[in-house]
């Protein structure tokens, strides 16, 4: 059927549904604004957190956003929300049933609900599973969406970040790629004490419950709290990160069985079907921030000591919940990926195909889905072999040596395979060390070097840092982010450069083997732009042979250079350029023509 023949349809469906209805179902709240979060709350059946029918399997609220006018269409899955305002009552009862949306065009969205119930209804894929739960279902309503008025790091300024065939994602609005830094560890970011449930005092290593005392100073008049004042050490610490110019940090939402344990959405440690409105609400306002500070959400899903635990590893209904919360919950958030789990060895090659295929089908904004290694590298899930867009780096080296070349890598085979993977080192070093904090080595050299610019060079998509924990502030202890200053500053730096110079590394590619020098990374796009890093300066032999060049120095130790370029020059035939001194430099070269290196 022609493409205009069906929006025809879908516009004329849309116009029918609004004149047969009068009712508009919900309550609306947020700003209505494109890229905002939207929210509707429905008053459903009255019930609880561990009533019969269980409300997360038994019942299931699904709503379908159809913008008029383009006809583009989404499936949001809504959830229980208990008395509406869980976070700040703790309550685990109530009427209250939400959906979430982050409307990616301006104008007019019709809305229609369907609420089901029966046995396992919320996990099943038909559209008329069980039978009507009544109230709120196939009622519709309409909201109108106005502009964006974020500015800056606001990821709603931004819009959705999407995976576009190429090894960087893309923002909807801006056209801008993304680099990311920022935090990896602590992986138990939220075993946090002012989050509700008995998790900090249930025997499951309550040792290592947090209290981010280090950064309520970063916590700012305005910014969310609940119950009059928690959470500030918690959304502190973001503040801090984003201050710093970093814009990833990430966290496991379930450590059950793990290194950590405190961790887990559910109302107790061994329960699986149901969870803790109150403590989900909480982690919502936290990831909602992180959101509007420019933090893209790193969700670990699993790691490897869990990574079986439901459904034994098949996609059945413990799974299927899980991630269903998860996008239902939090998917609204611009910047996010589902990573698989972390460490995953054990999952079967169908195990690992179906959980990837679950988020592309079931999350509507089609965030970036990832899988990160131990043992296992995953190369059965390159190309059509799965959904997954993107790889989460882990390498094993105290110097950070093999970051270059595993992420070169897995961008060649994901190339080869035919569809190019957005590949970021989430964990680089070794569990021992790795990042440590700035007290053991203020210089970071070989992060700097091997890791933060490895990634980049070789085409990645960044790097977030793990703390080894044979060292202060490690992957579990670690509640003070300024432990690891210094190289926040380094990483500004890197993410100020390519934005200063709007260099397109989405179009670049590693052409190292340009050097004969095994210690330079080269990353160009031919023809026009050249970065040439030496990690022991040295002389580079510009041959132009066509066209003319310009050239000059950036310090990634200093930032010098961010303003303008040091010792600047211009080539149209051969020439030789010698770095400051001896220590590594970034070589910037850009103009037309045909160049060649030499070392």
């Not at 959470?231 to 984003?242: D, F, S, T």
């Not at 992180?290 to 933090?295: D, I, K, L, V």
């Not at 060079?457 to 670690?478: I, K, N, R």
């Not at 990353?523 to 041959?543: A, F, H, R, S």
Request: proline content about 4%; aromatic content about 12%; charged content about 25%.
């Amino acid at each position: 059927m022609k493409r205009h023949v069906l929006r025809l349809i879908v516009c004329m469906t849309v116009a029918a549904l609004m004149a047969s209805s009068t009712t508009f179902a919900g309550q609306i709240s947020g700003e209505l604004k494109k890229w905002h979060k939207v929210t509707i709350t429905f008053e459903g059946p009255q019930t609880d957190e561990n009533a019969t029918p269980n409300p997360f399997m038994d019942f299931r609220l699904n709503v379908r956003f159809t913008h008029i006018g383009s006809g583009q269409s989404l499936l949001v899955p809504g959830y229980y929300a208990a008395d509406g305002d869980a976070a700040n009552t703790s309550g685990d009862s109530g009427n209250r049933w939400r959906v979430h949306f982050a409307p990616g065009l301006t104008g007019t969205w019709m809305y229609r609900v369907s609420f089901r119930q029966g046995t396992n209804v919320a996990v099943s894929e038909a559209p008329e599973a069980g039978e009507s739960a009544e109230f709120m279902d196939g009622e519709t309503g309409q909201i109108k969406i106005a502009p964006t008025d974020k500015t800056g790091r606001d990821m709603r300024a931004k819009g959705l970040l999407q995976y576009v065939g190429k090894h960087h994602l893309r923002f909807a609005e801006t056209g801008e790629y993304f680099l990311k830094c920022g935090a990896d560890a602590p992986e138990n970011f939220l075993a946090y004490a002012e989050f509700d449930g008995d998790f900090k005092t249930d025997g499951h290593k309550d040792n290592l419950i947090k209290t981010w005392t280090p950064h309520v100073q970063d916590w700012k008049p305005g910014d969310p709290t609940w119950q009059d004042g928690k959470g500030k050490g918690i959304i502190g610490a973001v503040n801090y990160l984003a201050s710093k110019g970093m814009n990833v940090f990430s966290f496991l939402p379930m450590n059950i069985e793990g290194d950590d344990r405190n961790v887990f959405p559910y109302t107790t440690y061994d329960e699986r079907e149901r969870l803790d409105c109150s403590r989900m609400d909480q982690w919502a306002m936290v990831f909602d921030h992180g959101n509007n500070q420019g933090m893209y959400l790193h969700f670990k899903t699993m790691e490897t000591e869990n990574e079986l635990i439901l459904d034994h590893g098949d996609l059945g209904p413990q799974r299927k919940l899980y991630y269903r919360e998860l996008i239902a919950r939090f998917s609204h958030n611009l910047a996010l990926n589902w990573n698989l789990g972390e460490e995953i060895n054990n999952a079967t090659h169908l195990q690992k195909v179906a959980w990837a295929q679950y988020f592309a089908e079931h999350d509507p904004y089609q965030h970036h889905i990832v899988i990160h290694n131990m043992g296992d590298p995953h190369y059965d899930l390159l190309g059509k072999a799965s959904a997954l867009t993107g790889f989460s780096l882990q390498t094993s080296k105290p110097d950070f040596s093999q970051v270059h070349r595993r992420t070169r890598d897995y961008i060649d085979r994901s190339d080869a395979a035919g569809k190019p993977w957005v590949v970021a080192c989430d964990e680089p070093g070794d569990a021992t060390h790795a990042l440590i904090t700035d007290g053991e080595d203020p210089a970071h050299d070989n992060a700097r070097k091997n890791a933060l610019w490895g990634n980049i060079m070789a085409g990645g998509a960044g790097v977030e840092w793990y703390f080894g924990y044979q060292h202060p502030h490690s992957d579990l202890t670690c509640q003070d982010y300024r432990s690891r200053d210094n190289m926040w500053t380094q990483c500004a730096y890197a993410l100020a450069f390519f934005k200063k110079y709007e260099i397109p590394f989405w179009d670049m590619t590693c052409q190292d083997e340009m050097t004969a020098s095994e210690d330079d990374y080269v990353l160009c796009k031919p023809g026009e732009v050249y970065l040439v890093y030496l990690k022991k300066g040295g002389k580079v032999g510009l041959d132009v042979t066509s066209g003319q060049f310009r050239y000059g120095w950036f310090n990634p130790r200093s930032g010098d250079g961010l303003n303008e370029l040091l010792h600047r020059g211009s080539a149209n035939r051969k020439v030789d350029v010698t770095a400051p001194d001896e220590n590594d430099w970034l070589l910037v070269i850009t103009g037309k023509g045909r160049l060649t290196l030499a070392r």
